[in-house]
């Protein structure tokens, strides 16, 4: 698991001039640019946390979750950042806070937004914070399902086996209880997702 702290994320003699300088770097497992990344952008999120009810501590873990969400989707094969890293960093952060502050507050949520931030709506970089927060609640809610209907929507959803294989790769008697069993998870599935929306 990646884990930086700030007195580790000492400036790094290489310069990163470009945005994309340091998504080389982090792809290519190079620690400066992951150190430089993390340096650079930590004033911005630590003072948008600290200036909406948080303290210093929970600056640094939202910042530290932040890191982890940009490292871990910068390495997947086929992604591109479609804004700054500025930008992306400051979206992930922000919904992050905001879904902390939903869950310390019952009464309404006044966020104020650092001056210099850019407009979110730019690119898209709203829609893709909210589409990937979707996936990991989706995740989340596979991964809460437990067996056997993990495995049956994994493969029918994901491996693409169709009734007659999920049938005979799990003891179902014959494709239809294996369709029948299919519909039970996913209303099971959809129960779980919905709940987990509700608690965000």
């Keep these: ?20 300088d340091i998504i080389e770097g982090i792809r290519k497992n190079n620690d400066e640019a992951l150190n430089f990344l993390y340096k650079t952008h930590f004033a911005m999120i630590s003072g948008f946390v600290m200036n909406n009810n948080g303290s210093y501590q929970e600056a640094k873990d939202i910042y530290q979750d932040t890191i982890i969400v940009f490292y871990n989707n910068i390495r997947k094969t086929g992604f591109t950042l479609e804004c700054r890293i500025k930008t992306y960093l400051y979206s992930v952060a922000r919904r992050l806070w905001l879904n902390e502050l939903k869950y310390k507050s019952n009464g309404r949520i006044d966020i104020t937004d650092n001056e210099d931030f850019l407009n979110l709506q730019d690119n898209g970089t709203n829609e893709a914070i909210e589409s990937e927060i979707q996936i990991n609640k989706m995740n989340k809610s596979m991964e809460a399902l437990g067996e056997p209907c993990f495995s049956l929507l994994k493969m029918f959803y994901v491996e693409k086996c169709n009734m007659n294989e999920i049938a005979d790769s799990m003891g179902y008697t014959n ?25 965000d």
């Design 1 to 20: 698991m990646l884990k930086i702290s700030i007195k580790e994320a000492t400036m790094p003699k290489q310069l990163f001039l470009t945005d994309n």
């Design 175 to 199: 494709a239809d209880n294996a369709k029948n069993q299919k519909y039970k998870c996913l209303q099971r599935l959809k129960k779980i997702f919905f709940k987990t929306s509700i608690n």
